[in-house]
């Protein structure tokens, strides 16, 4: 049985919204154009090694948010070409433990926090 747990709260410069997800569940939410400003925070625990955990797209932007052998994984595309962050080698997220993620970007700063 795949199991993966998500709490998440997003802001693309507008109000906050949560959603929870257990198993195969998702959201399909209508987001605006990324401005100059993003938050992303959200809580997971799973045993899959790799999950998708977070996919928002446009015509070409995008951000993604994976689980890559247990390791986080951040690509986001918001037009200057693709930025990637990965969580510390050594350290696995697919634990089942609640892992807390949080993702901001201000312009072209881009930083990605895992409390494990």
């Not at 090694?49 to 015509?59: I, P, R």
């Not at 070409?60 to 962050?85: F, P, Q, V």
């Not at 089942?96 to 312009?107: K, N």
Request: glycine residues 6%; proline residues 1%.
């Amino acid at each position: 049985m795949e199991v993966l747990f998500i709490l998440c709260l997003v802001s693309f410069g507008l109000a906050y919204d949560k959603a929870s997800f257990y198993g195969a569940s998702y959201i399909s939410y209508p987001l605006q154009e990324a401005k100059g400003v993003t938050d992303i925070s959200f809580r997971f625990r799973t045993h899959l090694s790799d999950a998708l955990l977070l996919l928002a797209a446009g015509k070409t932007d995008y951000c993604m948010i994976r689980l890559e052998s247990g390791r986080l994984k951040l690509h986001i595309n918001l037009g200057a070409g693709e930025s990637e962050l990965s969580s510390s080698k050594g350290i696995n997220l697919n634990d089942t433990e609640w892992h807390y993620v949080s993702i901001i970007r201000r312009e072209a700063n881009l930083t990605m926090k895992v409390c494990t």
